[in-house]
């Protein structure tokens, strides 16, 4: 099978050109897949022909295939991406006024259990490789007239997967995103969200380019965060807060909390204030998210006072924000990602 060329950094690139090449031409390709954005390796024309037909002879761009675009009434587009070995990934594009969010797969499928999601269904499938965590950027992008037009767009790292699961591909992908010689998108626009793998926290702080941090905190108890949350019978809410408290934020960074509130189960006032209890050393900032329902999810979705008066209390303590839902209609919204056909 011919090799991808997406997802490689400058010295692996030399590698593939081998010893004989000098060094400008590795620059050259790394140019053309992530600052040019070619789609062939045909459209390299800055090398020479011959080098050009041997690199094409081995070699793909690594670019993923569409396989169905579902149509959001409120604008969002939801993509089901075909990979080189035939498995599937979605990808959700969501335009607003000033800018455009891309919500992106780091895994095929999800392997954290999760009882309100959608993907946990899936189960796990594979890791998704650099290459196919910056061709789901560089395809949408493109599938949308924006490229060229970082300054625009925010990258979360919040669709099929555990991003932390899948770590040093997710950290690659996110140099060769915000290199300014590749992709150059800033790195301050770029997050990942994960349900709390505690060792993986500290690992990420210790990268020098890296995303910014979200943890799904979806609980205010231990007891409570283990029935939603299984995942945290092995990395238990205590340890989680104290790895947040312990991550080096960058000077313009907050971490962010995500709460999803579940009708009677999660979103009293005496959640939201063990809550703020629970968070109040950290620098943090909170997103809340009424839950997205689907087929064989056993939660219902609170009223829309409730979701206020749970926010009220929150905003004492630090900025907190109800996340619009977006791509409900085609199941693109948090939590849906499931493969689902409209
Ligand atoms: N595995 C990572 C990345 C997925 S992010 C994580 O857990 O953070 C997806 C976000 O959507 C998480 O904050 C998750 O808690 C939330 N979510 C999952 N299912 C949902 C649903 N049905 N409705 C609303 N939000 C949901």
Redesign the pocket.
């Known amino acids: 099978m011919p090799q991808a060329l997406l997802g490689m950094e400058l010295s692996e690139i030399r590698q593939v050109l081998g010893p004989k090449q000098p060094e400008f031409r590795a620059r050259q390709v790394y140019d053309a897949l992530y600052h040019q954005q070619v789609r062939d390796l045909v459209q390299i024309t800055a090398l020479p022909c011959r080098l050009r037909q041997e690199l094409a002879s081995e070699h793909t761009v690594g670019l993923p295939a569409v396989e169905q675009r579902y149509e959001s009434t409120d604008g969002a587009r939801r993509y089901l991406l075909r990979l080189e070995d035939g498995r599937t990934v979605e990808t959700v594009w969501m335009p607003e006024e000033t800018r455009d969010t891309l919500c992106i797969s780091?895994q095929v499928g999800?392997p954290?259990d999760?009882k309100?999601?959608?993907?946990?269904l899936m189960g796990l499938e594979r890791n998704l490789t650099a290459g196919e965590i910056v061709g789901q950027v560089l395809f949408v992008a493109r599938d949308n007239g924006l490229l060229h037009q970082g300054a625009r767009l925010n990258i979360?790292?919040?669709?099929?997967?555990?991003?932390?699961l899948n770590l040093p591909n997710v950290v690659k992908a996110t140099r060769i995103l915000v290199d300014a010689k590749g992709v150059g998108l800033s790195e301050k626009r770029i997050t990942?969200?994960?349900?709390?793998i505690v060792p993986k926290i500290a690992k990420l702080g210790r990268e020098p380019v890296r995303p910014k941090l979200?943890?799904?905190l979806?609980a205010s108890t231990e007891e409570a965060r283990r029935e939603l949350?299984p995942i945290t019978r092995k990395y238990h809410l205590k340890e989680l807060i104290e790895a947040c408290g312990a991550y080096p934020l960058r000077v313009w960074e907050k971490l962010t909390f995500?709460?999803?509130l579940l009708k009677g189960v999660n979103d009293t006032d005496a959640d939201a204030r063990r809550v703020v209890k629970l968070l109040a050393n950290l620098n943090a900032k909170m997103?809340l998210?009424?839950?997205?329902?689907?087929p064989g999810?056993p939660?219902e979705t609170p009223e829309t006072e409730r979701v206020r008066a749970f926010q009220a209390i929150i905003r004492r303590a630090m900025p907190c924000f109800i996340?619009k839902?977006r791509g409900l209609d085609i199941f693109a919204?948090?939590?849906?990602l499931k493969r689902n056909s409209a």
């Open positions: 780091s999800c954290v999760c309100f999601c959608m993907t946990a979360v790292m919040m669709g099929m997967g555990e991003p932390l990942l969200s994960t349900a709390g979200a943890i799904s979806n949350m995500e709460y999803v997103n998210i009424a839950l997205n329902p689907g999810i939660f996340r839902p919204a948090c939590g849906q």
